[in-house]
């Protein structure tokens, strides 16, 4: 099963824990008194509570709440990057990953957040900068040495790979998957949670 596969199986298990999709969403509309387990120059992350998926044990969501970046595209980025990283290089580095990212849609229609796995396991562990690159982004992306170490947090003495937004050149090899990618996540609802019409 692949990435993105793995990662639609775990948002359709999302999808039917109704509470779960409301709170994240009530999140969204009233989050000046929450405190964020996670922020950085661009987002601040949420911890929305905790699920019991039927293949992959207990699992934590978080939202991501970009500053200054699209949703879709921040949706886009870390899906499609983290889809060509296992394909890749498999086992060695999906333990850095969240099992799945999603993308929470209003009543209007409009993308307005970003879910992933929240490794804080709703603020458990605290969440620092990480200082050193994974040598294996190397191997993908063209993107300056800082960029790449931007897109890992240290958590439970070990580092995820969670904020693609730093990185923007992917290797020449690699630009046909990306887009092929890009074009099916555009073109589909895959990864999408829609707002409950009762919120």
């Not at 199986?9 to 999709?21: A, K, P, T, Y």
């Not at 661009?42 to 699209?70: E, P, T």
């Not at 990953?97 to 605290?126: C, H, M, W």
Request: charge should be negative; charged fraction near 30%.
């Amino acid at each position: 099963m692949s990435y993105l596969e793995t990662s639609e199986q775990i948002l359709e298990e999302i999808r039917g824990d109704s509470e779960l999709v409301r709170k994240a969403f009530e999140i969204l509309h009233d989050n000046d008194q929450l405190t964020p387990v996670g922020a950085g120059s661009k987002y601040w992350y949420f911890s929305v509570g905790s699920f019991d998926s039927l293949i992959h044990g207990r699992l934590f969501m978080g939202i991501k709440i970009s500053k200054n970046a699209l949703p879709e595209e921040d949706y886009g980025l870390a899906s499609v990057y983290s889809q060509i990283l296992v394909d890749k290089f498999g086992d060695k580095i999906k333990g850095e990953l969240p099992l799945f990212y999603g993308l929470l849609v209003n009543k209007k229609g409009s993308p307005i957040a970003t879910i992933s796995q929240d490794f804080s396991e709703g603020g458990k562990y605290r969440v620092e900068n990480d200082n050193e690159l994974n040598p294996l982004l190397d191997k993908i992306f063209n993107d300056e040495r800082h960029s790449l170490i931007k897109c890992g947090i240290w958590v439970n003495n070990q580092r995820k790979l969670v904020d693609f937004n730093h990185i923007h050149d992917i290797r020449a090899e690699y630009k046909r998957t990306y887009k092929e990618l890009q074009d099916k996540l555009k073109e589909t609802n895959l990864g999408k949670i829609y707002e409950p019409l009762s919120i």
